[in-house]
């Protein structure tokens, strides 16, 4: 089976940086995904890490440590619009592809 | 980017009505595609997985019969709930995928049973 924990609700400030940890224990492990779920809408893409290391896409960086199963998403230079939910997903291998399983999101309120 | 349109984008209809949901990838071929359910304050749970030309992979607990699922070219998914009942109100989200791409979501369906 797979298991994911993250924390349920985070609170920072605007221009600051915060970090959502992420872990995991899965079999068939292939890589981890971060999605950006606004309320009311379907999440959308942020990073995926297949390798060990630090994947950086503009303020939003993603760290894996397969070893460990532990993911981080740092977000830099907060905006009051990142306020959103925050979802890890590990891909795994099962039904001849490759699916992901959700962890509960990590509520994130951005504050002025 | 990746595109993937979903619609209806809202339904509202009595108890016992059928529902067809649409996923389209509109600018790459969606070798599988992923119907997911999310209840308020709860995550995504993955319903079914959907690979082009063969039948649909359920998870634990989700009756086949009720969700049907047809997936019948590269750019196309259709979820039916059967029968529609108020416990089935929820957001109903599809994903589409490449080989060696991540998924794209649509924009969900928020279908409520009165």
């Known amino acids: 089976g797979q298991n994911i924990d993250q924390p349920t609700e985070m609170t920072a400030t605007e221009g600051a940086i915060v970090q959502i940890n992420c872990t995991y224990q899965?079999?068939?492990?292939?890589?981890l995904f971060w999605y950006q779920q606004h309320a009311g809408e379907a999440p959308t893409f942020l990073s995926y890490?297949?390798?060990?290391g630090l994947e950086e896409k503009g303020r939003f960086s993603s760290f894996l440590s397969r070893s460990k199963g532990y993911s981080y998403l740092l977000l830099k230079e907060l905006q009051m619009k990142d306020s959103a939910s925050y979802l890890c997903?590990?891909?795994?291998?099962?039904?001849?592809?490759?699916?992901?399983?959700f962890g509960k999101g990590t509520k994130l309120s951005v504050i002025p | 980017g990746a595109v993937v349109s979903q619609h209806p984008s809202r339904v509202i209809c009595k108890s016992g009505t059928s529902v067809k949901i649409e996923c389209r990838s509109l600018?790459?071929?969606?070798?599988?595609m992923f119907w997911y359910r999310q209840f308020p304050k709860q995550s995504l749970m993955l319903m079914a997985t959907?690979?082009?030309?063969?039948?649909?992979?359920?998870e634990q607990g989700v009756e086949k019969d009720k969700f049907l699922i047809n997936h019948a070219s590269l750019t196309l998914s259709t979820l039916t709930v059967t029968s529609a009942h108020p416990e089935d109100s929820s957001f109903y989200i599809c994903?589409?995928?490449?080989?060696?791409?991540?998924?794209?979501f649509g924009d969900g369906t928020r279908l409520s049973i009165l």
């Open positions: 890490n297949v390798l060990d």
């Open positions: 994903s589409a995928r490449d080989i060696d791409q991540p998924q794209h």
């Open positions: 997903a590990v891909e795994y291998s099962g039904a001849g592809s490759y699916q992901l399983t």
């Open positions: 959907s690979n082009e030309g063969s039948k649909a992979t359920y």
């Open positions: 899965t079999s068939g492990f292939n890589g």
């Open positions: 600018d790459f071929q969606a070798t599988t």
